[in-house]
């Protein structure tokens, strides 16, 4: 079911940039922006270096039979002449934990399928024709041959049951299969006792206990198989409970200081998550701490934090002056935010680039916004705001900024940090300088507004965050 249960008020406005708002009127930015390549010029140079790379535009990215991808509406697995019979309703943003489990059955199971996408109603309003279907308006819905199945749980086993092949779940009668159907009942009281740990600020210690008394159980039902997962081979167990250990091991840390992911108290759940990030489907979908921490308030109705928990908010939110600031400290399994698969900061950075260039006229004026006004309708997810009005009138700016932002990304210059030798001068009376204060805000709020999986995966989405944050910075500071 979509509904999981706002906390999360718009921050204060400070001339920090890296906090979640940047004022249009309490900012004095310059930009030079005639030298900023054109985006045909750009399209070029990130066409040169997929070719001597061996990387993969977007525009080349094969959504219907290739690997698995978040933007991919239509999916047959090289079989085209086989028209898909399931149609999977779920959310725009990717934040449906029961959207997300779906789709990964399918994907592990290869079975043809097409996507349309619905909002939340945390972030906006539902078509007409999808709440005559669904008049309850939840997700995810499975469209088959006219007849709408909704709730997960059932979906996943009728799944099962018409498409028997690979099989995901052990044949009936069997000792695994009891213990797949007992896991499945564990996994509901983890996220039980997550909810109950993470929601409120009353009771937390034996909150606490009780979340990782559960934890305990689950570290113990993935030690009993030689293998990583929790049955003998990848199943639906794996499934069921990747969406929530997801958000469990992002959740916790931001709003109660604790870390799950990495803490050495459940090695059993470390091998599990290096078992899963092999795994295309799941790394396709994987989404990132910072999407996870601020989109779970909206769906919950609150989330309750801990003193404990602000160096990890800090550094989640990028407000640590560090973690979305050049240079980046690689990804591994011992950060904050573990990837045991690790980064290729070349690649992340060409990934972040050439989505930007393929996408620009509408991320630009998305960006707008920023320097914009909030949309007349009010919404409980702050970082969603679907009606949200753009200031047009710093489009020339905002554009050539987000042309260097292309540029250095795709050419490296910056990677260390570095403002001087940019050639991209800021100085007030400089040649082709113009008043910029419009740039700020916009890219804070395209910087903030980032989704992981939805716009791309985490090790490209910090490099934009943290080539966006340089660009603020830099238009902010005078320079030659």
Known sequence: ?????????????????????????????????????????????????????????????????????????????????????????????????????????????????????????????????????????????????????????????????????????????????????????????LFGDWLQYLCNGWGGDANRQRFEKTMDEVERALGVEEGPYFLSSFSLVDIIFAPFLERIVASIPYYKGVVVRGSGRWQNLERWFDAMETRPAYMAFKSDFYTHCHDLPPQLGGCASTPEAKEFQEKIDGLDGKSWSLPLEPITNSSLEPLSTGDDSMHARFVAASKLIHNHSAIVRFALRGAGSPGPRPVTAPLADPTAIPNMEYEEQVDAALRHVAHVMLTGMVEQGQHDGTGISTMASGKGVVDARGVPPSLAYLRDRVGVPRDMPLPAARQLRAHLNWMIDHVQTTST
């Open 1 to 189: 079911m979509e509904t999981l249960k706002s906390f999360l008020a718009p921050r204060e406005t400070k001339k920090d940039s890296r906090t979640r708002a940047v004022s249009v009127e309490d900012t004095e930015a310059f930009l030079q922006i005639d030298n900023a390549p054109t985006w045909d010029a750009l399209s070029s140079i990130a066409a040169e270096q997929a070719k001597e790379k061996g990387f993969t535009l977007p525009q080349e990215e094969d959504y219907e039979n290739g690997p698995p991808n978040p933007v991919a509406l239509r999916r047959t697995f090289g079989k085209p002449d086989q028209e898909p019979q399931i149609k999977l309703y779920r959310d725009h943003a990717a934040w449906c934990p029961y959207c997300h489990k779906v789709v990964l059955q399918l994907e592990e199971k290869k079975i043809p399928y097409v996507i349309e996408k619905i909002n939340m109603r945390c972030y906006g309003d539902k078509p007409r024709e999808f709440l005559e279907k669904v008049p309850s308006g939840l997700l995810p819905v499975l469209e088959v041959n006219g007849q709408v199945i909704t709730e997960s749980a059932v979906i996943q086993q009728l799944l099962e049951e018409w498409f028997p092949h690979p099989a995901l779940l052990p044949p009936e009668g069997t000792s695994e299969k009891a213990r797949a159907l007992e896991l499945m009942r564990l996994e509901r009281q």
